[in-house]
């Protein structure tokens, strides 16, 4: 899985009645225009070989319809604060081969999916790493095979994302002790 960074920027400007836009630095015009750019660093910045993900999660600006906030091109240096960074979250790759076998042992091969690395990020990294030890991060599937050939299948994060109680329970406990399981038998 992927570093991840997020920030807040917060635009400054010059308030003006919307009637007078001459007299305004229009921090929503500057933002549109910074939202528009960063949708091409990815496409424009990044080589074609490399994967990147830069998104815009959200966008706050001004408290009346026929108020400009503030500033747009002439605007002052903006304030960016830094809200959180996760590092990458690499898995070992003895552990994982190790994992494997014992999942396989247990759920079957069928059961057991071998993923490629994606851009989503997580802090669990951040754990193995504060100790010192190697870690592997796993999934578990919890959609049937119907609704996993729907067109549009929820994802976590969204309102819709319901994953089927059981087996993805069971399943996930098994996975977990298989997990602490192997370690324990090893370790004598």
Do not use: C
């Not at 920027?9 to 919307?18: A, F, P, Y």
């Not at 592997?136 to 929820?154: H, I, K, L, S, Y």
């Not at 996930?172 to 399981?181: Q, S």
Request: without cysteine; negative net charge; aromatic residues 8%.
């Amino acid at each position: 899985m992927s570093y991840a960074d997020s920030w807040r920027v917060t635009l400054l400007g010059r308030q003006s009645h919307g009637s007078q836009p001459e007299n305004s630095v229009d921090p929503i015009v500057l933002g549109a225009h910074i939202v528009t750019r960063l949708q091409t660093v990815v496409s424009r910045e990044i080589s074609t070989l490399q994967s990147a993900v830069v998104t815009v999660g959200t966008f706050h600006a001004g408290l009346k319809e026929n108020i400009i906030p503030a500033a747009a091109s002439k605007a002052p240096e903006p304030e960016i604060e830094e809200l959180y960074r996760f590092p990458r979250n690499l898995n070992d790759v003895d552990e994982t081969e190790a994992l494997r076998e014992h999942m396989v042992e247990t759920l079957g091969e069928d059961k057991v999916i071998t993923g490629k690395p994606f851009m989503g990020s997580e802090d669990f990294g951040t754990l193995a790493e504060s100790v010192g030890v190697p870690s592997v991060f796993w999934f578990f599937g919890g959609f049937t095979e119907e609704q996993m050939a729907a067109v549009d299948v929820p994802v976590n994060h969204s309102p819709q994302f319901l994953p089927v109680k059981e087996p993805t329970l069971s399943t996930g406990y098994t996975a977990a002790m298989t997990a602490v399981l192997s370690k324990l038998s090893t370790s004598s």
